[in-house]
């Protein structure tokens, strides 16, 4: 449906991000091998977190490919943080509150996949929603909406559980309404220290989700890639698919599983949906 | 916060509308008069009844001030309903979901003011939405949620009381979060047969609405006005401010007032909000 | 770089034509067949002849796949004449001033390929346009600069020669700057009255380009195709790639030659490039 | 016609300029007091230094007043020299492409005015600018056109004289064609290091331009005043209309002269076009 790029590490250009790697983000939104969709051309986003309390946010309605705003942005903008978003919509209209990541206070979202029959299911589970948090709902979809049940099931203080709460709630909204598998998703969050990406279908069978070796690994295999000599060594990308062509340089993230990427060790673990009780 | 237009009548060229009057709608997206703001320029809208079982709608972002197929569109159009719209966001974004009119099967919609403290009733007036229209609600204004309180009170079957009931559970809800005026507002809406037009506010300073007179009344001053000689002794226009220069060509319409345009007899009546019971 | 297509017939809902047909103008701006780009998101256009002396005209920089304005004009506009264009930019910005088809009075313009190295003889091109009409360019594509000298040469009363003379100018012109294959094109015009297609390029390899078989025909063979029945027996589609799937339906317009389709009889004839004395 | 700001100094917060003063460039986009046009609402732009070789821009065809990425990007970049500008289309399209500050490698440029009866002398200026340059002009503005004047004439090496010769040119075509008062201009350009501003119109009643008093005299009058202890002593401010409301912060740039921002001391002199000999 979309396809995405959460990066953490040392300050980077976003254009060595988004335009330089063969098969680049960019490239995707016309081009994309592993997608449901080929074509990811229903508007795109970035976010990073820089100057400012917040992170920087910037969503545009047009396909990326072509966006003159975009490779500006991306030429002038440095961060350590950065997530990127290009859209395949499933049926919401191509507007910018549709777009991804969607932002509240630090927090960052963005989401591959959909939740199914998501007109069956939208009264019930934004009745779910914090009533404090309802209003700040700006577009309409099922990502959005997502990120706001994550909210008000605590992702601020525990985000691994507050998706996998959020997920449970969702599968047993689905199940009440007859829908079979309710949920399909890769999804990205960050408050700007850590960034969590999480793989995970109702019916095992998830959208692609791949994270970077570690940098000093393909310093080692590859001496003269200069990329490699620009970042730090815990520098970390997570990506619907692979970019460039480093055999090696990436792995496949598990079924059913979360990660956690921050200074010091990342962490790898089982993501098992909580029904409410 | 908005200005607009409802015509119905012989077909006439959308542009006889929009732009030849002196003081054209076109002209108030820059310079309105009498409008809560001078600048309408945060999207605008038409609707149409012609080929087809729906009404035609083009909604744009854009200011209509400069709006290339908005001009062109005008001079190729011609229809017996029109309407027409041009909004000044009262702080939802400026997306083509949340420019009037909105449209329903056969009904067209628009609206010129706002629920006050939409924030604070905007969850319970959506649960009081029927479920089964909730999820065709795609913008996030006051304007569009209203609309779809009226459908789910009956709107196809008694316009004027299911807007007096959407209008009286609007201010039974804000009366309960505190809200001391709740409602401010024209109103039109239209099946294509006749239009509808509504003048209200909670604390009775409404917004300021015109129809026009008689075009027989018209013709018997103004022999030799041109666009008198266009249009079908019942064409009728109701607008937010008078377009044009003639004098005596418009009558307010009273506070707290409905009226309808159809063959054969207008109909001016009072217009009392109806609480829920 | 883009697909269009071209109607001439009885009055006909534009939908019939963009949406409605297996693999239509619309499904080819995510995934064409036979284009040089698999994706035309860049923008588009549709023009029309109907209320008033001059052509109708929608442009939009969105993808054609998910515009709710194009969708709905489509559902509400009848004409007897009908442009339609999806873009794939070589280059030039994606504005409504570069999307097709271009218009000029009467006229009506679009063009797939492209005018190669552009930017090597973009200014002798534009001083050999009427100066007259120099200021009446609004966007910086090759395929409107083409439109303006077929007007300089001719177009409004030899449509055939103005092409070949423009043509050859152009090819006269890319040789002096030393390119090779200058031309690359598939272009149709349109007074409202006849519809002229043209195919050729330099190198004799041009862009693919189709004509609908005889309606009477294609009835005889399906007679029980509902859509044969809707259309007037002199009814004529010209498109970049087959729309549909009846066996039979389509030729291929032959390289290097123009056709007109009119009342009457049709025409086919070779393309003879004219180059400036 | 259009209003600018342009900001030279410690670096800060494209915000503080935007969005925080009273009456600030944003606000005027809805309601100028100066301006020939109270409504600036046909896109706007911004550049800034930073990052990178080239200065980041970026342009919007939304108005500026609801522009959520504009607010966006304003609150996380933070410059040493920002140029905004807020347009009033005087009849060339809005796109981005005719958006200011138009850009050319280290240059930026912006214009409030007009070059009148453009459409007659388009040409010849147009002819004029260096053939190397002619195939990077992507709009259709005379304010883009004059910039290229202004390279081609040593924009460069030069900036006042380029300038000089620029106006000088375009007088004398203007005059060829029977144009009265052919300029009507305020200009600011930069490469980053040091910015040049000019005021300046044939007919002596050039459009408004003010300039910021010495930080350290604005200081020792506002003790208290915030803003004034963020920035270096050498900040400096041009703006079409004067921000805020700080009794003497501003002095008008006198008729027929250009000024220098730059380390050390700023400059003003008198403006003289020089015609082409």
């Known amino acids: 449906m979309c396809r995405w790029l959460a990066y953490s590490g040392s300050p980077i250009l976003i254009e060595e991000l988004l335009y330089k790697p063969k098969h680049s983000l960019v490239d995707q939104s016309l081009h994309s091998k592993l997608g449901a969709e080929t074509t990811n051309g229903d508007g795109f986003g970035i976010g990073w977190y820089g100057v400012g309390e917040t992170p920087g946010v910037f969503h545009s309605i047009e396909p990326a490919w072509n966006d003159r705003n975009l490779r500006n942005l991306a030429a002038h903008l440095e961060a350590p943080v950065v997530f990127a978003h290009i859209r395949a919509s499933s049926g919401s209209p191509v507007q910018e509150t549709n777009c991804h990541p969607f932002c509240h206070g630090r927090w960052l979202w963005m989401h591959n996949g959909l939740i199914r029959d998501f007109t069956k299911v939208k009264r019930d589970l934004a009745l779910a929603v914090d009533p404090e948090l309802y209003p700040e709902i700006e577009g309409s979809t099922d990502s ?72 000093r690994t393909l310093r080692a295999q590859y001496p003269d890639a200069p990329v490699l000599q620009l970042v730090s060594d815990e520098s970390r990308l997570v990506v619907s698919e692979p970019l460039g062509d480093l055999q090696g340089a990436w792995n496949e993230v598990p079924e059913s599983s979360w990660g956690v990427i921050r200074e010091g060790q990342d962490d790898l673990q089982p993501f098992k949906p909580r029904a409410p009780s």
Chains 1, 2, 3, 4 share one sequence.
């Open 144 to 215: 959005e909406l997502f990120f706001y049940l994550a909210l008000t099931l605590g992702l601020e203080d525990d985000p691994p559980g507050a998706v996998e709460r959020a997920v449970g709630l969702i599968e047993a909204t689905g199940k009440r309404h007859g829908v079979e598998h309710p949920m399909q998703m890769t999804v990205a969050t960050s408050d700007g220290e850590q960034v969590w990406a999480f793989r995970y279908s109702s019916e095992g069978r998830s959208r692609s989700l791949f994270y970077s070796t570690d940098v």
